[in-house]
């Protein structure tokens, strides 16, 4: 599964708590029902999704009449077949029409709507598979996989979804294995610096020595930490690398101290407020 957590594509914390649910019966299938732009499936366009489900997010919750607490899907899944968790696990959903129907499915929307985009990829569809089969074995849900029509009066989630859904929301292709964890993605930047570049800059052999390194070095010297700014990713950067990481931890901002500079690093770098 190629799984995006709420930290990864930057999710602010729910107004109040979730509702916990041990099981459901299953999953109901949700579409965006708005126009979602037909050119969202290149393959070079990624970088827009995370920024589409902060926008459901941040939609749902200025929705004074639903009063939700959080974004209402437990999942979202985009073009590319990435899943970005929702409220997740054990977690009640808002999408599904009223209380009783919220506690019966869990809630997993696609990224298709009613123009533009309305037909999901194969990817998507490999993506709702995972989604599925993660709340399946991770949270309790049971065998139905439902529309959100079904049992409520909805278009939800569009023809050319439903007609999947119908068949049993197979996976593509015809092999129900799942796919192959790819390498983690890129989080999406939350903040004002750039995107972290998808290198873990690290010591390593032989030495690291990339422009992106260079970027990271010219961050932390304006962050006032007493590093050349070199391009080479040597002693002298991890341990900055590391200070910084527990400096981060101390202003309660957790860092892993591993003198690494994955995505959580980068984006602290440049995210954190300088004290
Ligand atoms: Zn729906
Ligand atoms: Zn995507």
Redesign the pocket.
């Known amino acids: 599964m190629q799984f995006v957590t709420r930290a990864q594509w930057g999710a602010v914390p729910p107004s109040s708590d979730w509702t916990y649910i041990a099981s459901t019966d299953g999953v109901k299938i949700h579409y965006e029902g708005t126009e979602v732009p037909a050119d969202l499936t290149g393959a070079d366009q ?1 970088g827009r ?1 995370a920024g589409r489900v902060r926008d459901i997010q941040a939609s749902h919750m200025a929705n004074t009449s639903e009063g939700w607490i959080d974004i209402a899907y437990n999942a979202v899944v ?3 077949g ?1 899943v970005f968790e929702g409220r997740g696990l054990h977690h009640k959903t808002g999408a599904n029409g009223n209380s009783a129907l919220n506690a019966a499915h869990y809630a997993v929307c696609a990224m298709v709507g009613d123009s533009g985009l309305t037909e999901p990829t194969d990817d998507m569809l490999g993506g709702l598979r995972d989604a599925i089969e993660w709340f399946q074995q991770q949270g309790g849900a049971g065998d139905q996989i439902e529309g959100h029509r079904d049992g409520y009066a909805t278009d939800c989630p569009g023809d050319p979804l439903y007609g999947w859904v119908e068949q049993g929301a197979p996976r593509p292709g015809g092999s129900s294995a799942p796919r192959p964890t790819p390498a983690p993605q890129p989080p999406a930047n939350s903040g004002s610096g750039p995107d972290w570049p998808g290198e873990y800059l690290r010591m390593q052999t032989p030495m690291l020595h990339d422009s992106n390194v260079s970027t990271w070095q010219q961050r932390m010297s304006d962050r006032g930490w007493r590093i050349a700014v070199d391009g080479w990713y040597g002693p002298q950067s991890a341990a900055t690398a590391r200070a910084f990481q527990d400096d981060s931890t101390a202003h309660g901002w957790p860092l892993v101290a591993d003198g690494i500079v994955g995505p959580a690093t980068w984006r602290a770098s440049w995210d954190r407020p300088v004290s």
Do not use: A, E, K, L
């Open positions: 990624h999704c985009c073009p590319h990435s």
